[in-house]
């Protein structure tokens, strides 16, 4: 087992753009009142388990969600710009629904999944995809027989999960990426493989988390 390490991928809490279906990607908002509490939840759930290093996305919403989990187990918080949220160009600040009407054609590119389609100023699946898993992966490396915690996005989550699972970057997502949920990964050097997904016992009294992918 030494050269397996074991990973704790976990979404930010939730902010007001998630709230709103306001497209955040890398534009640097801030956890709402429900996301510190989603954060400060996490930390506690956290608390018993031998975490080594905790790397974050240096966008705040993750970062400030990683530093509860910081303050908890005495680990130092890493920022990693490789677990940023994708960069979604034209789309950042815009509602789902102002997407779908100033730009219906990159809205059904976005809606089908076109793993080159890019927003104007942004990334595709691919250049995510390739930026995320090189950057999970590079950093699990380091960590062999060690836990680790990695905050990042929505976005960062699905890439993980499909990377763990083998499953296709357009392949329709069945599962949740819920805000400050608990997803358990193994790396080895021949990949990841899922242990446990979307555990979110810890927020059983949370009544507003919500579930999406790309925000």
Do not use: C
């Amino acid at each position: 087992m030494t050269d397996v390490a074991r990973v704790l991928a976990i979404r930010h809490g939730e902010t007001t753009w998630n709230v709103d279906t306001r497209i955040q990607g890398q534009l640097d908002v801030g956890l709402n009142d429900t996301g510190r509490w989603q954060a400060e939840r996490l930390a506690r759930a956290l608390a018993e388990e031998p975490i080594r290093a905790i790397y974050a996305s240096d966008l705040g919403r993750a970062h400030d969600t990683a530093m509860a989990i910081s303050r908890v187990s005495g680990v130092a918080v890493t920022a990693e710009q490789g677990l940023r949220e994708r960069h979604f160009g034209e789309f950042q600040g815009k509602t789902f629904a102002e997407i779908e009407t100033v730009l219906p054609e990159q809205a059904r590119l976005w809606r089908t999944r076109d793993p080159a389609f890019a927003p104007t100023g942004g990334e595709s699946l691919l250049q995510l995809r390739e930026r995320v898993v090189a950057t999970a992966e590079k950093l699990a490396a380091r960590h062999a027989g060690e836990l680790i915690v990695l905050v990042g996005h929505g976005g960062v989550m699905d890439v993980l999960y499909r990377a763990a699972t083998r499953l296709d970057i357009q392949a329709p997502r069945t599962w949740a990426l819920g805000n400050a949920a608990i997803n358990r990964l193994l790396w080895t050097p021949d990949g990841f493989t899922l242990v446990g997904w979307a555990d979110t016992q810890h927020l059983d009294n949370d009544n507003n988390s919500l579930d999406e992918t790309t925000t």
